[in-house]
DNA sequence: AAGTGGTCTAGACCACATT
DNA sequence: ATGTGGTCTAGACCACTTA
């Protein structure tokens, strides 16, 4: 007979932690119980405890100091649990544009976005124009699929316009935590709109990059096509 | 008093143990002895153990799987350690090219670069210019600028030529591992070499990738720039 | 049934930051 | 001096794979 349910038990305590640090409860920058108090409140050995809090500790939501404490990490669209933001300027430093978007709707997608959110080509999503500014400057011209299907139903239909810091949206609103993303680099030449709201010359190759984030369990949740003047701003990676 | 060299037990443990793989007395898809066994030889308790073998599982040196055993992981350029291999086809499968050395010499690195490998403009780095084929054909043009810092004196002096994996190289040689690097993505014009070797038209962008490699200590070690006709392949990476 | 890694405990002691 | 997280132990039991 085989257990199909086996949930090991510093999983659950991770797990009921971290909906409790999502829900509120201890708001980011303040310090969790240690871990003896916490390891009582469940019920459990301190070792136990201490592995819940070393996953979270990995995944980015929590930060431990010896001596001090268990500080709960800050959730924002910049923060370490989301490391999603590659644009640097000439000075190496990162950059945290704004957001403005153009349009949004609903539609079928083209054939291929529908294969790559792995939905029906006929389902509807949500789609949005956006470009992101700097300074002034248009630096970033971006067209955005959002996936119904991770999301409770009519949930996109609701949807009449998109915030400027989606992800942290998608976890605040609906608990759905972008965990990782494929992203494909291409150069590309300009196309009208491009050389419109980038304010660059035909002639001039931008950097496309097309994400796809997935959610913690692995579902598509967004596609997204960035256009970037990759003279003027850096794109870069991390690999490790 | 202050101790400053204190070394946590199981990374003693995991880094001889470390050692002995890399030294190859524990070849690639053997089993180690079980935890403990392990345990017994190094004279530490199972846990302190698991500590030190769950951190090599971490970064992909082995992998462990209940019930079986621990199994020491394939080391090459393009096994899990080495994540640096982001090239795929319009199939959307990885592709592994095949790389042909056209000149290496030593020189002094330009202004720049220096900056970026961190040494003196005055010392001299060994470059090398590469393609790298695939079924015949030229699908990458890469130039690559390689620290004396990380290696003991003279090395780069008397390496006469490079081998197609060069991490694993590096690995094995020197004991120098690669542990992450950074990448900038432009999108260029092709130059007169890139539209020769890549059988490119002029009117056609070109993705630039130039990347640091730095290895565990946080040095850098190599500064690569390739050229990729990124219509024809894909290059593409996860973020998480 | 035997052997492996995975989980869990209860308790001790250490290193570090703060008071 | 106190309180925090970090390390370490010795032992028990569980889940999974293989024979």
Known sequence: MKKINFIPLYLQVKNDILSRILAGEWPPHTFLPNEFVLAEQYGVSQGTLRKGLEELTLEKYIVRAQGKGTIVAPIDETSSIFPFYLLYDKN??????????????????????????????????????????????????????????????????????????????????????????????????????????????????????????????????EYRISKINSQEYAYKFKIN
């Open 92 to 221: 190496n430093t990162r950059i945290f544009p704004s957001t403005e978007t153009l349009k949004t709707e609903l539609l079928s997608p083209p054939v291929h976005i529908a294969e790559k959110l792995r939905i029906k080509p006929t389902d509807s999503v949500m789609f949005a124009e956006r470009i992101r500014i700097l300074n002034g400057k248009t630096m970033l011209n971006e067209a955005l699929y959002l996936s119904p299907s991770p999301f409770p139903p009519d949930t996109l239909k609701n949807l009449k316009t998109l915030p400027n810091t989606v992800y942290a949206f998608y976890l605040k609103e609906f608990g759905i935590r972008i965990s990782h993303a494929i992203e494909q680099m291409i150069a590309v030449m300009p196309d009208e709109s491009d050389i419109q709201r980038l304010n660059v010359k035909p002639n001039e190759p931008l950097l496309m990059v097309c994400r796809i984030s997935y959610d913690v369990n692995k579902i598509p949740v």
